[in-house]
């Protein structure tokens, strides 16, 4: 019997994917309405392709949520996914991973195996986890085994993602790899053992810092086209090929987790004094924060264009979530241009197809039609845009 700690957005359907292959499972979490949710077969995360019939078919049967720790003794191997939250330093806050871990380290026993899935700064499973467990269950690592394996989903997607797409997964120690391996084998078809766990949180954390470092090049690459007056999207069109894969330009990177993995790699280095090892992960996490005040300097010029007094022209960001079509506004790049165009004191408005507008004005926005708006900036399209129609971008 597996136990599965934590079953939000990436748990809940990995859960869902083992109880699937006839593992029973044990899920744990603090959200008690969730659990009660999930044992009558109802699926919290509708939004989730797949989910709903998964949760139907196992809630209260193969799958079984609890709140209690103690529900999950029997298991004999552990998939933690909790949240880790980096702090306003960067700095990653484990309160809720330790949390959890001690929780588990309390119920493990001998012969048992541990796998996180939350994404880490490499080394922490080796380090703190192993100490948490150790501590905990009195045990010593060969008496409870311990590995990582990278979630790698794309919400809305997880199910298809759990069953076609590459995971890795690596112990701290050979056996503890082997063990998790033959494990996860049974419900992951695309399994890749790997030499270590610290390997594994590599691989997960330099995903996030490619497509952090790309996003800056396109960003960067954008400014200049726009300086030199060509049309950067005609330019990427034609540069890309097998060996040329120039990003879209954005207002910036968020989400949970693109905009924080390169942190984990540049603090690691700076934290030993070694600045120059991680000067490019930082210079892009730089050059894409500071898009949101390249744009909010282009949403003004293009205000001053309006016949009326700058604090009268009505501005609408149209788009805050932090991707197009995901209704996520964790470290939103479009929601802190609004933030940063308000704190200026012009007349900022918000629309959102995905927000309605009492949701708006909670975000401390007022909502408005695009159309009767003087000045409107796409987020997505990154346009600005005149009502009377002319095209600024
Ligand atoms: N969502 C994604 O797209 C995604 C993709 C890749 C990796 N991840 C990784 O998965 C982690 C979890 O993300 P998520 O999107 O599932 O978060 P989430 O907020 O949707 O869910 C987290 C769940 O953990 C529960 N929880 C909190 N503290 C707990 C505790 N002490 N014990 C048991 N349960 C507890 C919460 O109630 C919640 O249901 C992330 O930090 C990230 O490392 C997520």
Known sequence: MISVVGLGKAGLPLAAVI?????????????????????????????????????????????????????????????????????????????????????????????????????????????????WLEEESGLKLGEFYLAYSPERIMTGYSISRLREFPKVIGGVDEKSGKIAYELYRKFIPNLHLVSNARTAEFIKVI????????VALANELFKIAEDMGVDFYEARKYANHEYCHIHEPSTGVGGHCIPVYPWFLIKLAERKGRFSDAKLLRTAREINDEMVKYWADKIVLACMKVNKPLSEVKICIRGITFREGVKEIYHSRNLALAKLLKDKGLKIYVYDDLFTLEEVERLGFKWIEPEEADVVFDSFKLKITHNDGSLKY
């Not at 995903?207 to 790309?214: F, Q």
């Open 19 to 131: 109880a699937d292959s006839g593992l029973k499972v044990i899920g744990v979490d603090v959200d008690e309405e969730k659990c009660r949710m999930i044992n009558n077969g109802v699926n919290p995360i509708p939004e989730e392709k797949g989910l709903d019939d998964l949760i139907r078919k196992h809630g209260g049967k193969n799958l079984i949520a609890t709140p209690n720790y103690e529900d999950a003794r029997d298991c004999t191997a552990f998939i933690i996914i909790v949240p880790l939250f980096v702090d306003e330093n960067y700095n990653p806050d484990f309160r809720i991973l330790e949390s959890a871990l001690r929780s588990v380290g309390k119920i493990l026993k001998r012969g048992d195996l541990v796998v996180v899935e939350t994404t880490l700064p490499p080394m922490t499973t080796e380090t703190l986890v192993r100490r």
């Open 207 to 214: 995903e996030g810092c490619y497509r952090d470092v790309n």
